[in-house]
């Protein structure tokens, strides 16, 4: 024990180097930086927004728009008594990201019961989304004010009629069933909710996997570089002992360094996401939550540890093969190609499960998905909803048979001929030498 | 006494080439064993055998008393290696390296204390052992090596070229340190295709050579002949190992 201790602690202090800290603080620094740069584009974009308006109408349906937009959190800059031009001048010189112009004759057109419009002028100072949404905003208004106004002339020309019912005779109440539960909600709000509840786990996977598996590779490929993994593998140690130690270290800084990256990911995402979910709940939303929690689609505790455990046992497997990935490689240069191969394994079940349905692709494809060990903790969290716990402990039982499989065979190789032997760099002829 | 070592039928092939034909040597207690022969003859893939790193093909090999393919933990405790292009880990401190590595052979941190303070002795390289080793010259990063592989007073060291690449100052210092250190008990088998070097050094040789076929096929590395320099020299009417070794092709 003293002797692998004595490993693991030198395995750490290789791979904890100045640049890894710098890198590091680097990602949350920048990280924290788009994060409130983002945050306060979204405040501004969600918080009071100034648009300018020509009435030329004056009529009381002209400024019953106006009153709207501005409960709609508009601050609006009278442009009166200006021409259209003037006015379009004196709002492209300002701050505003809109003109609104109210032609004359609008109150009487509506009054007439015939179509009215109104000009909108957007200034378009960026391409952004979050820039485009005063129209938006400014959009939902004027449906809102046409619902109003609709309602308000079926109610003066046939009184007993609701407007409700005229103009939609047909409603839709849509309701989601998963398993013995049922709740009222449809089947896309579902999706999307689940969807970005889950999009964490493949990034978290990648994240680990991608930090972990580098080191490891690294790790064996500078032994072999500096020339002092043959001096390493005389030494009193068992070979299972050297993998255990450089595995632990790089999962142990991996998991580490991952969680700093999540961390800024998270203050980086928090900034937009916040925001919004206030405004949703300002807008009176939220009540997917309570929908999710009827339908039972939400981890518990053990639905936490399980979905744990199979983000544990992808990350070790991951390392398994990055052991062996790193005796292949000749030096630290082939070492960093080596990655390639292990980072698409991670990627193509990650793109399946976005695009593709698992029950319901072809027998062939299926197999090969459930043969690639990182798809598993993927469709855990779906099963997990889902209550499929055969398909989630076969697949934990077989990412640990992977594992065993993998650590025995990096074993054989290091305890045999291959670790000096062996040897792949790409573009070149592959061979044996001693 | 006996043998610290004794190979028997020791053959070796890496797939289709064949790298060691069978050959027989043993190391005595406390004497200096050296494998010379040209680049190619399968001196360094005999010391990685004796040293558990390559698995042996066919053939015995026994350290004291030990079956070195049974037992390799066992060995591993008793012996050093200092391999041809060696290295050590260039982040550490030569102080930090030195602890490293006796940690894995000390019982007591009386003992890893012991060992690092022989291993400072034997290196004399004082408080440049504080300085990180990626900023030592190849002649003080090879003397801490050697310091490295010496400082446990293994059974056997087993030495690869030590003073490959090495300036003859450096090479003569790390000779000398090799004589001095060798007298308190350790056995050493090393290899060289330094003659004159392997002639101020050891107490027997054995020529090793691994015949080329007009083909190109090699036929293997085996022992020519072997014995004591004087002997070897006086076998072949010889001035020194260089003529031995001509010699003995013939």
Redesign the interface.
């Known amino acids: 024990m003293k002797r692998f201790l004595n490993l693991l602690k030198k395995e750490i202090k290789e791979l904890v180097t100045a640049q890894l800290i710098i890198s590091l603080a680097f990602t949350i620094i920048l990280f924290n930086f788009i994060g409130q740069v983002s945050r306060k584009e979204v405040q501004k974009a969600i918080g009071v927004q100034t648009i300018s308006a020509l009435d030329m109408d004056g009529s009381p349906a002209s400024l019953a728009l106006l009153k709207g937009l501005e409960s709609a959190r508009f601050k609006i800059l009278n442009q009166a008594g200006k021409t259209k031009e003037q006015a379009l001048e004196a709002a492209k010189a300002g701050d505003s990201k809109l003109l609104l112009v109210i032609p004359a004759g609008f109150g009487d057109s509506l009054k007439g019961l015939k179509p009215s419009e109104i000009e909108t002028y957007s200034f378009m100072r960026t391409f952004s989304l979050i820039g485009a949404r005063g129209q938006i905003v400014v959009g939902g208004v004027i449906s809102a004010l046409n619902n109003v106004l609709s309602n308000n002339f079926i109610r003066e020309r046939l009184p007993d009629v609701d407007p409700g019912s005229l103009k939609n005779p047909i409603r839709s109440k849509d309701f989601v069933v998963v398993r013995d539960r049922m709740a009222e909600g449809s089947a896309a709000q579902v999706a999307n909710l689940i969807s970005s509840q889950s999009l964490l786990i493949p990034v978290v996977l990648m994240m680990i996997v991608i930090y972990s598996s580098q080191m490891v590779i690294s790790a064996i490929a500078m032994e072999k570089q500096n020339k002092t993994l043959e001096t390493l593998l005389t030494v009193p140690i068992r070979r299972t002992s050297i993998i255990t130690a450089k595995m632990l270290a790089a999962g142990l800084v991996g998991l580490i360094s991952a969680g700093i990256y999540m961390f800024g990911f998270k203050s980086f995402v928090g900034g937009i996401g916040e925001e919004a979910a206030r405004a949703g709940a300002q807008a009176g939303g939220g009540g997917g939550a309570a929908m999710m929690r009827q339908l039972g689609l939400y981890f518990n505790t053990s639905g936490y540890i399980v979905l744990g455990v199979a983000l544990f046992l992808a990350i070790l497997v991951a390392l398994a093969i990055a052991m062996i990935l790193g005796v292949l490689a000749e030096d630290f240069r082939s070492a960093q190609n080596m990655i390639m191969p292990l980072m698409f394994m991670v990627m193509i079940p990650y793109f399946i499960s976005l695009f593709a349905d698992i029950n319901t692709v072809p027998l062939p494809v299926k197999i090969f998905i459930l043969a690639i060990p990182f798809s598993h903790p993927f469709l855990v969290s779906q099963n997990l909803y889902l209550g499929n716990y055969g398909l989630i402990f076969g697949g934990l039982a077989y990412m640990l048979v992977v594992f065993v499989v993998l650590v025995v065979f990096a074993a054989r190789v290091f305890s045999s001929d291959k670790i000096l032997t062996m040897k792949l760099r790409f573009g070149k002829k592959k061979g044996a030498t001693a | 006494m006996d043998n610290v070592l004794t190979v028997r039928g020791l053959k070796k092939s890496?797939?289709k080439q064949m790298?060691l034909a069978g050959i027989d040597f043993e190391v005595r207690p406390g004497e200096v064993f050296a494998l010379i022969g040209p680049n190619g003859a399968g001196k360094?893939?005999t010391l990685?055998i004796i040293?558990?790193?390559?698995?042996p093909g066919e053939g015995t090999i026994s350290f004291l008393n030990h079956d070195l393919r049974k037992e390799p933990?066992f060995v591993?405790?008793k012996?050093?290696?200092?391999?041809e292009?060696?290295?050590?880990?260039?982040?550490?401190k030569g102080l930090d390296y030195l602890h490293?590595?006796a940690?894995?052979?000390a019982r007591t941190p009386e003992e890893e204390k012991a060992f690092v303070d022989r291993a400072v002795e034997i290196t004399e390289l004082g408080d440049r052992l504080k300085t990180k080793v990626g900023t030592y010259s190849k002649g003080m990063t090879r003397k801490i090596?050697l310091a490295?592989a010496l400082m446990t007073k293994p059974v056997l060291a087993i030495l690869d070229e030590p003073t490959s690449g090495l300036d003859v100052l450096n090479a003569l210092e790390v000779r000398e340190i090799v004589r001095r250190y060798v007298k308190e008990g350790t056995s050493v088998l090393l290899s060289s295709h330094n003659m004159l070097e392997i002639e101020f050094l050891s107490d027997r040789v054995a020529l090793l050579h691994n015949p080329l076929l007009p083909s190109g096929v090699q036929l293997g590395g085996r022992i020519l002949d072997s014995g004591t320099p004087a002997e070897l020299k006086e076998r072949h009417q010889a001035k020194n190992l260089e003529e031995v070794f001509r010699s003995s092709l013939r």
């Open positions: 890496y797939g790298a360094t893939t990685r040293a558990t790193l390559l698995t933990d591993r405790e012996i050093s290696y200092l391999p292009e060696a290295g050590a880990y260039k982040n550490m490293f590595m940690n894995f052979y090596l490295r």
